[in-house]
């Protein structure tokens, strides 16, 4: 019986200190298609999540009475009284930040060539993106690439990157939340 318990506790282990690697990419040209594959056992099992295609969806007009046509608003919803109760937004934050440390990025890289159709305006916002990129370039290890388009309004893309997720990093701090007093007055405060 102790023999099958230590078996458990070392396959549990090995379970939790085994990284997971997550590759996705998503490319707009004119649709949208993503695609990500999740590897454990350093690649030796592995699956991909598929190819999807996505086209931009025609608006819906708004119905009458909702909040897009001027309707009223009614009571505060559920999510407003979890987010107002006390101390649960710095615990989300500190959870993100957590969580976040736990991730190892590998690789990401973005190609983006964007054009609207003043070109002054394509400028403004250039001006703007191009030392944003320069900046998060300098923190992180994200390759960005912006190429101008002057003579047309164009927004393509292509997004790709590569993670580690080690378990055991993130299954402390998700513990850490779930347990927290805010976390359970935000609850309380759900069902109220």
Known sequence: MLIAALVIVVFLGFMLWTPIDLELAA??????????RVAWLYGLVSK?????EHQAQPARPATPGSKANGGSRGAPSRFWR???SKGFPAA???????L???IDLRRAELWARAGLDDPADTGRLLAFLFPLAR???????????????FVEQV???????DLRIV??????????????????RAILAARA
């Open 27 to 36: 490319k707009r040209d004119p649709e949208l298609r993503v695609r990500a």
């Open 167 to 184: 378990p055991c990093r993130i299954i402390g701090p998700v513990l850490v939340f779930a347990v927290s007093p805010a976390t359970v």
């Open 135 to 149: 900046y998060l370039q300098s923190v992180s290890r994200l390759r960005i690439d912006i190429e101008p388009d």
């Open 155 to 161: 927004f393509f893309f292509h997004v790709r990157g």
């Open 82 to 84: 979890i987010v107002r």
């Open 92 to 98: 989300v934050l500190r959870l993100f930040r957590r």
């Open 100 to 102: 976040v440390a736990g």
């Open 48 to 52: 991909n999540l598929g190819s999807r």
